[in-house]
């Protein structure tokens, strides 16, 4: 199976911010690799697919990048909105696999 | 708009079986893969399995965890997904959540039913 290990696992941060999350994978999965945004008690919510491809609707603040093994996750400016659970999962191959996820909080 | 929501969760000993479904709207289901998605208390999210869409033959893969326990069907005519768990242990508990999709990224997701399995 394909590991994803994302970090940090939780990650303090102010209004302004800019923020990134990194999650690697432990084999080339090119360039499928998708990023969630999950809120208490709320399904996840799809922000990237792709790598970098943004999901229409979705603030431009808000951007992924890298291929292969190594992906980050960027938010330039951080929204009160914004703090939530990240969640990375790539779909190379099965099973399908997700990231720990990373606590974005205050 | 996409609708998918999940119904049959509750409490289980385990041992037991239980059928969740999930039924949708506001796309062609018949063309889509469908995906189950699991969330213990307190964790991360768990991929459970999917159903390729009819095109792609209905096939369908599951997680390790899960195999040999867990089938995932479908009723294209009244557009439900179905996940039968059979045998439940208590670390199936979880937030079960029916997503669209399953080959690629997943766009859409339902609200989750909760399943404990508890004596």
């Known amino acids: 199976d394909i590991q994803m290990t994302q970090s940090p696992s939780t990650l303090s941060a102010f209004e302004g911010d800019r923020v990134t999350i990194t999650c690697r994978a432990s084999q080339f999965i090119f360039s499928w690799l998708a990023w969630y945004q999950q809120k208490p008690g709320k399904a996840p919510k799809l922000l990237i697919y792709?790598?970098?491809t943004l999901v229409s609707g979705v603030p431009s603040r808000f951007s992924g990048s890298g291929s292969g093994t190594e992906f980050t996750l960027t938010i330039s400016s951080l929204q009160p909105d914004d703090f939530a659970i990240y969640y990375c999962q790539q779909y190379n191959g099965y099973p399908v696999t997700f990231g720990q996820g990373t606590k974005l909080e205050i | 708009d996409v609708q998918l929501v999940e119904s049959g969760g509750g409490l289980v000993q385990p041992g037991r079986s239980l059928r969740l479904s999930c039924a949708v709207s506001?796309?062609?289901?018949?063309?889509?893969?469908m995906t189950w998605v699991r969330q213990g208390p307190g964790l991360g999210l768990e991929w459970v399995g999917l159903i390729r869409g009819k095109p792609d033959g209905g096939t369908t893969e599951y997680a390790a965890s899960v195999k040999g326990r867990f089938t995932i069907s479908r009723d294209d005519s009244k557009r439900i997904a179905y996940l039968q768990m059979n045998n439940l242990k208590t670390e199936d508990t979880a937030v079960y959540f029916c997503v669209r999709g399953g080959e690629w990224e997943l766009p859409d997701w339902g609200q989750g039913t909760l399943v404990t399995v508890s004596s």
């Open positions: 506001g796309f062609i289901f018949g063309d889509n893969a």
């Open positions: 792709k790598a970098s």
